[in-house]
């Protein structure tokens, strides 16, 4: 019998065949190992890089918490060192003084840092250190806020609550510290602006913003983001050219239900004051006048005040009066502010504002304010005089009204609880209020990320 033996060559080819088939299958696996890996890597970085900045933001809102927590008291910045060390802020350095924090959230940390300037104006820094899977190394990213005190008034008419305008009534603005958009510092309707915004500040009601009759709004409308604007009537809400032309209703955008605004209280009044003066025949601007109060620069205090038939107010120089109970005008009586004189008023109470009215001769929003305070919850004002001022009352209903077709003017800006405007009125705010920095309350004025 005739064998045949197995070739030995076969045999080896098939084995290194095989074995660098493996080292191919080996190294694609490893490869895409590797691939894997690296990619979970760069997403764990990226996610972990996108995390950081939240990180950071975290550190400019704890800073705006400690700003805001004294804006409106009397402790200025530079002296919170004992409550601020309640809120584990420590001091770093003299002049100015810089109040620092670290707070920690899951293996990651922020250091944010607030600083006063020359002038007073707070800084806020803050460094986020993330770490991150895989990176043994923290990301490090910084932001850097300059804050600024907000503007109270932000708008022609704003409501915590329901705006109703019923009647002829005309919104717009104009701005009397900007060149070309007054004239000699004062409204004309050859000058009118956009910018006459009506906002209201509910969530959860239905048409917080009501109009009917024939009212023309040159600006927006913004209400929450549950609420709605119901146009009962000829309302017309845009542009100058929008409503100036031959189209009704509301232009595309120019009604907004995504309101996010903050209406804190009203600030509070001065200490101390002195009672109101005798009553009697006093010379105002060089004539006499009867049944009258001056009043000069300084503070009033008063727990209720009522003006019958002819009697006045008459304001020369600097004047802050607080009223803690009810203020009246009826019959004739009038509250006049003189030329290059202003008055800051504090209500405590209800204010009903008719007979003669209200006269400020400066002509300027800033030289008459009004602040309602939480117990004041009811404003009126039927006078028979333009008001030109500015009302902060975010507790107050406040109702104003006009008679005949004679058109009352209302110049600067209104915050209220809720606000209802009926009969024959035009409301102008002037924009210039939106630069005073009367809020209490800080917010971020710029923004920038900095390299570090």
Known sequence: MKTHPISRNTDGNVLIICLFTCAILGFAIASCYMYVRNQMVANARSQSWNESIVLSEAGIEDGLMLINKYSGTTTPRGYWTNTAGADNWSIVGNAPLVFWVRRSLNGSFYDAYVTNSVNGQPWIRSVASKQFSGGQVALRRAIIVKAIPGSLFQGGLIAKGEVNLKGSVLVDSFNSQVAGMNINGQYAPSIRNDNGSIASASSNVVATVSAGGNVEVYGKVYTGPEDTFVNNGGATIGSESFVDGTSTGAETGAVQNDLNIYIPDAPSPPSGGISLPTKG????????????????????????????????????????????????????????????????????????????????????????????LNTCTSIKYTGGSDFIGTIYAPYAAVDMGGGGNTDYHFVGSLVAGSIKIDGHYQVHYDESLIQLPSGPHYYASSWKEIAL
Do not use: H, W
Request: zero cysteines.
């Open 281 to 372: 025949s006093v010379i105002f601007q060089g004539l006499p006048q009867l049944n009258s109060y001056l009043l000069t620069t300084g503070n009033y205090r008063e727990s209720s005040i009522s003006l019958q038939n002819s009697e006045k107010i008459l304001v020369q120089g600097n004047v802050k009066l607080y009223v803690t109970g009810d203020f009246k005008m009826s019959g004739q009586s009038q509250l006049i502010i003189a030329t290059n004189s202003s008055l800051t008023f504090y209500a405590g109470g209800a204010i009903d504002m008719s007979g003669g009215g209200v006269m400020n001769q400066s002509g300027y929003a800033t030289n008459l304010t009004v602040n309602g």
